[in-house]
């Protein structure tokens, strides 16, 4: 199993454009999660989904980032249009729905935007 | 509010000695804690969970709900335990509110 898979891996694009992240969760986990990881903000919660539902997107911080999840399989963020400050490494986690079970951490995706 | 505080940005300690990272948390409602680890080039992953009361990697911690405290401690630090530790406070729905985080260096 390889675990979340996130792509890209890495994302350099200029200010203005539009930027869309995109993750695998594990198979049969129904929980996932973004998150955002910033050297002044450390790692933060922007919005998750229970079955494909979302739960919490207090965590967004503008109505530029949008959040989708079609099916079990397949969750993208979006923003646009993106700024520098957005710059920052991107994580995905998925879970099976419950307080204590373990988040599993996809790679991240690091962007950056000029 | 929901809060986790990891006072430490940063942790030095030689091989051997005791190593203790510190976690308070504030939160209404009764608390489900989580310690996570991040090595270097690898993924953000569990290390371990209050409710299960285990150690992993000689690694332990106590949940505290008088000091609203989750220190991670482990007696004898070794090298591979430098990474960057992540205190971790939980909702009902899994959702995590995480500290700032703590790197750890080992020396040798």
């Known amino acids: 199993d390889a675990g979340v898979i996130q792509s890209p891996r890495h994302e350099v694009t200029e200010m203005g454009q539009e930027v869309t992240l995109r993750c695998k969760p594990i198979s049969g986990h129904n929980s996932l999660f973004w998150y955002r990881q910033t050297m002044m903000r450390g790692l933060e919660l922007l919005i998750y989904?229970?079955?494909?539902?979302?739960?919490?997107d207090s965590g967004m911080p503008e109505d530029r980032f949008s959040a989708k999840m079609p099916n079990a399989s397949f969750s993208t963020l979006k923003i646009q249009p993106s700024e520098p400050r957005d710059s920052a490494v991107y994580f995905c986690?998925?879970?099976?729905?419950?307080?204590?079970?373990?988040?599993?951490f996809g790679p991240g995706t690091r962007l950056t935007v000029l | 509010a929901q809060r986790v505080t990891q006072p430490e940005k940063l942790l030095s300690v030689f091989k051997g000695a005791p190593v203790e990272l510190k976690c308070n948390y504030s939160y209404s409602g009764s608390p489900e804690l989580f310690w996570y680890v991040q090595y270097s080039r690898q993924r953000l992953q569990l290390l371990l969970r209050?409710?299960s009361r285990e150690s992993i990697k000689g690694f332990t911690a106590d949940l505290n709900k008088g000091e609203t405290s989750f220190h991670l401690k482990k007696p004898f630090a070794q090298e591979e335990d430098s990474a960057m530790y992540y205190c971790a406070l939980s909702d009902s729905w899994g959702k995590l509110q995480f500290g700032a985080g703590t790197q750890v260096v080992v020396t040798p």
């Open positions: 986690a998925s879970s099976l729905m419950g307080g204590l079970n373990e988040q599993f």
């Open positions: 989904f229970n079955n494909n539902v979302p739960i919490d």
């Open positions: 209050h409710i």
